[in-house]
């Protein structure tokens, strides 16, 4: 059997990449997982609960109480380092207990509030007046006095609770790894699935000449037929036409080069999931390819086989970083 330079060269290529690989298989995690955690200091406790899905890129999204906008900010720098793609939803729960029950009125929000419903007031007519019970009971209009009795203290607070959201980060992303590592599982037997096709695919092609021939022969017979002095320069542009579209080849040979791009990828690990969302679109591309110039039964099944675990491949890509 001759191989071509270009074959050689990539058969060497791929051999080097899989044994670099083999004892250096990195992780490829998931954008799904949750993870929570508690703390405490000085008779405040907390609860975190961090939850992240499927996104395009980096969404945080925080629910954090008033007062706590510092722990926000560097909250949002940390997880930007850990992680690249899903979208986030932070929860911060705080259980501070009062001194002695004594309450402050946050006068910033009951003006806002004021304001608000005098407007209101002024554009519609049936809009009747606030009572004075109703804006206090508003949520955040009457708070707590903190027992947190410097800046030095707040800082402190501050500190540990941010430490307690470094455990429950790493949690969610040995949960995220967990994860990712099953579905590298799956993905790797819908490669494996993929490539025993597109062998089947070419073996359906290799059998193919004598029927090509046949059909060529007919349809030279027909033309003849329609115009007997058809000359035989249009008789061949109709033959190498007809070997054109019927032949796929070229397509099978790129779907094979991104199926080993695509184990590369995944043995390589890291964020690659765009990387291999694009690999699937390829995957479509050629094989849409394969089914419309295919006249062939045989090689037909085989195409909607294809198209079939390429997207059960696709679905799961969408989980993966």
Aim: net charge positive.
């Amino acid at each position: 059997m001759i191989f071509s330079n270009g074959i050689i060269n990539r058969m060497c290529y791929l051999v080097s990449m899989s044994s670099k690989y083999k004892t250096t298989l990195s992780q490829i995690s998931s954008m799904t997982g949750f993870a929570s955690g508690e703390g405490s200091e000085r008779g405040i406790n907390w609860t975190w609960e961090v939850k992240s899905v499927n996104g395009k890129g980096l969404d945080l999204r925080f629910r954090i109480p008033h007062g706590y906008e510092k722990v926000e900010a560097t909250a949002r720098r940390t997880i930007e380092k850990m992680f690249k793609r899903g979208n986030f939803n932070l929860n911060l729960s705080i259980n501070e207990p009062a001194i002695e029950n004594r309450y402050t009125i946050n006068h910033s929000l009951l003006n806002q509030l004021i304001e608000t419903t005098t407007e209101f007031q002024t554009k519609l007519k049936n809009f009747g007046s606030p009572t004075l019970d109703g804006l206090l009971a508003v949520r955040g209009v009457i708070e707590p006095i903190s027992n947190i009795e410097s800046d030095l203290d707040r800082r402190n607070l501050d500190g540990e609770i941010l430490k307690s959201l470094d455990i429950v980060l790493n949690s969610l992303a040995q949960s995220r790894i967990a994860e990712g590592t099953r579905i590298s599982k799956f993905l790797f037997r819908q490669l494996k699935s993929i490539s025993h096709l597109c062998k089947r695919a070419e073996k359906e092609v290799s059998q193919k000449p004598a029927i090509i021939q046949k059909k060529l022969r007919k349809q030279i017979k027909d033309l003849l037929e329609l115009a007997p002095n058809l000359s035989e320069e249009r008789l061949a542009q109709e033959a190498t036409m007809y070997l054109i579209k019927s032949d796929v080849r070229e397509e099978l040979d790129r779907l094979n080069a991104h199926i080993d791009s695509a184990e590369i990828l995944m043995m390589a690990g890291g964020v690659i999931g765009r990387k291999l969302d694009f690999l699937c679109q390829e995957f479509n591309r050629e094989i849409n390819t394969v089914c419309s110039k295919s006249s062939d039964i045989g090689l037909s099944k085989i195409g909607l086989e294809l198209k079939a675990i390429i997207e059960q491949y696709r679905e799961q890509v969408q989980n993966i970083e």
